[in-house]
């Protein structure tokens, strides 16, 4: 019988507070209705360049890290399942620091986790501002796309991929497949981490979880669009290839992001960071 002390959670902030964290306020809120008596763990890993002190909190026995070189999602999420390992915990419960959940999330994940014993990933649907989902996505060839419905149930990578905020993988898969790709900072940290788990196992559990996203596709500052871009594109050329075709789709996938942003801002720097940055500079 899984239960919460089955479960570390791990949550990655960037210049947050915990506290100002939507996701941990709503995990916690949802921790709360489940009546347990003992805390829950909860790693915390913060890539910011100042340090922050934890309070004590009833609900969480808590574990702080400060990494101020800011390692990234993929750093972060291997430092935890190795904490996890270390304290016999059994599933890996995946964090950003500004998603909503739902106060019955827990509840459910529970609930489906004991249900379906066969299934070693749980998920919940992810909305956006603009009324579409943005998790789980419409996969094909390296491409998302936003979907209008998911249905809750058990899914296949070949047609759908989740992303990292509120999945909960079973510790012994997550290592099984070499956890995530620690070369890859941000972008595509859960891609990756998806193309590695794919290839040993095809299926996941969509959970009837709706939560909430807050979405960077939607930043009107276009310093902070071309920071994020630059870093996407950093990011696309660590990734691993395990097919012949990856690499083409992989140059394809950047090129279609170029082009959106371009195509969003009317701004041909996008262009001409694609080309500095990206084809003639492969380091």
Not at 25 to 34: A, F, I, P
Not at 40 to 58: C, G, R, T, W
Not at 155 to 165: L, Q, R
Not at 203 to 213: H, I, K, N, R, T
Request: with cysteine; charged share 25%.
């Amino acid at each position: 019988m899984i239960n919460i002390n089955d479960i570390q959670f791990v949550i990655v902030l960037y210049n947050e507070t915990l506290n100002n964290s939507e996701s941990f306020q709503t995990v916690t809120k949802s921790l709360n209705t489940l009546n347990i008596t003992e805390k829950a763990s909860l790693f915390v890993y913060d890539n910011s360049p100042i340090p922050q002190k934890l309070e004590e909190y009833e609900q969480w026995s808590t574990e702080y890290i400060n990494d101020p070189k800011n390692s990234g999602l993929s750093k972060a999420y291997n430092c935890a399942a190795e904490y996890a390992s270390q304290n016999n915990k059994k599933w890996l419960f995946l964090l950003d620091q500004d998603t909503e959940f739902p106060e019955n999330a827990l509840e459910l994940y529970l609930r489906a986790m004991n249900k379906y014993e066969s299934i070693y990933m749980f998920v919940p649907v992810l909305n956006i501002e603009n009324g579409k989902i943005m998790s789980p996505f419409i996969s094909k060839h390296k491409w998302g796309r936003f979907a209008k419905t998911i249905d809750p149930g058990i899914h296949y990578f070949n047609k759908t991929s989740p992303v990292n905020s509120g999945l909960c993988v079973r510790l012994d898969k997550f290592d099984e497949v070499g956890g995530y790709n620690e070369n890859v900072k941000v972008d595509g940290a859960d891609f990756q981490f998806i193309e590695r788990y794919k290839r040993k196992f095809s299926s996941y559990y969509v959970l009837d979880v709706q939560g909430f996203q807050n979405f960077s596709l939607f930043e009107s500052d276009i310093n902070k669009v071309i920071k994020r871009y630059k870093i996407f594109l950093a990011d696309v050329k660590r990734f691993e290839t395990h097919e012949t075709t990856d690499i083409f789709f992989y140059h394809l996938l950047a090129l279609k992001r170029t082009t959106r942003l371009f195509l969003d801002t009317k701004k041909i720097i996008f262009f001409k960071i694609f080309f500095s940055n990206y084809i003639f500079n492969r380091k």
